[in-house]
């Protein structure tokens, strides 16, 4: 019972490092551009979008489809980065095991 019991309090402790881990990735950020920076999308480490910047020179050539391929652009850039931030984070926290389904 004792192995149990151990286990159990290491399940939890190992919880408590995952919702403090996932409070730590809110306040980080990361950042991407695409079209030479006239697109820049700023991303924290949760994915949640917190900006987007679009030069004014986008809009005076009216390419509207330019526009649109920059923005998915830099938004796949910015959630490739966030989500490597949070294997990083991820890792330091196993201690570099790979834990399928955690990211």
Known sequence: MTNLGKLMKQAQEMQQKMAKLQEELAGKEV????????????????????????????????????LEDLM???FNEARRMALDLAKEEMSKLTGGLPIPGLF
């Open 31 to 66: 950042e991407a551009t695409s079209g030479g920076g006239m697109v820049r999308v700023k991303m924290n480490g949760q994915q949640e979008v917190l900006s987007v910047q679009i030069d004014p020179q986008v809009f005076a050539d009216g390419d509207k489809e330019m």
């Open 72 to 74: 998915a652009a830099a």
